[in-house]
């Protein structure tokens, strides 16, 4: 069973407008992980932002946040005022806790384009 | 500059062959970990370490070998018996083995087999 799924293979944006990348999740271990990672053209992956299971306040870094709705098993990425450098692949990951053995499980990707 | 360096960028081998894709670590992390990842989808895990020494199985390490000699090094070996090897090979790390730990990734390595 998909346990990260990515529904948006690809997304535009118009330069210095929001967008949001959608991330579902299915796991039955209480205590996880999510991530979202960006991946430019060069291939390497860069860690993005982070959401705990147990966090009660969605977390932000800079431009990105991460709207997380556990009931729903949502963990959607926001970017705010794109740029052209956020052109990129955009990765959701799943990392669960003991009974999940640590692992990351990582979706498909969203490739997004922003436009000039 | 702390990091993780992969080399060769780009590797070719003759079908048949085994080769080594090497993984360098001076982040002083224990966890180390290989991913492969294919046109269009996510990663995929082949193998991680936890601990010196020690490793595991990811989802697809038929056709894979790893070692853990050394903390800072975590080379992974692509066997004959790989069906199809012809892949984006990333290598990643983190401080512990945690739900809460992010992984930092190497620049990876591009392998074409002919």
């Known amino acids: 069973a998909q346990k990260i799924t990515q529904t948006q293979p690809g997304m535009f944006v118009q330069e210095k407008e929001a967008v949001t990348l959608d991330c579902t999740y299915d796991?039955?271990?209480?205590?996880?992980?999510l991530f979202w990672y960006k991946q430019p053209s060069s291939g390497e992956m860069i860690f993005l932002i982070y959401?705990?299971?147990?966090?009660?306040q969605n977390a932000t870094e800079g431009r990105y946040s991460l709207n997380f709705q556990k009931a729903r098993k949502s963990a959607n990425l926001v970017i705010s005022a794109s740029q052209l450098g956020d052109s990129a692949m955009y990765f959701c990951?799943?990392?669960?806790?003991?009974?999940?053995?640590?692992?990351?499980?990582f979706g498909a990707g969203t490739r997004l384009f922003v436009k000039a | 500059d702390g990091g993780i360096t992969q080399s060769p960028k780009y590797l070719f081998r003759k079908e048949g062959q085994n080769v080594t894709l090497s993984c360098e670590q001076n982040?002083?992390?224990?966890?180390m970990y290989w991913y492969r990842q294919d046109p269009g989808q996510g990663l995929r895990l082949i193998y991680y370490?936890?601990?010196?020494?020690?490793?595991q199985k990811g989802d697809i390490a038929e056709g894979y070998s790893v070692s853990r000699e050394k903390k800072e090094s975590f080379p992974l070996t692509v066997t004959s018996a790989q069906k199809n090897p012809t892949a984006f090979y990333l290598c990643?790390?983190?401080?512990?083995?945690?739900?809460?730990?992010?992984?930092?990734f190497g620049p990876g390595t591009r392998l074409t087999v002919l």
């Open positions: 370490s936890q601990i010196v020494n020690d490793f």
């Open positions: 990951a799943m990392r669960e806790g003991f009974r999940g053995g640590f692992k990351t499980i």
């Open positions: 990643a790390s983190s401080i512990r083995d945690r739900q809460d730990n992010e992984q930092f």
């Open positions: 796991t039955s271990d209480p205590s996880y992980g």
């Open positions: 959401q705990g299971s147990y966090d009660q």
């Open positions: 982040l002083n992390h224990d966890a």
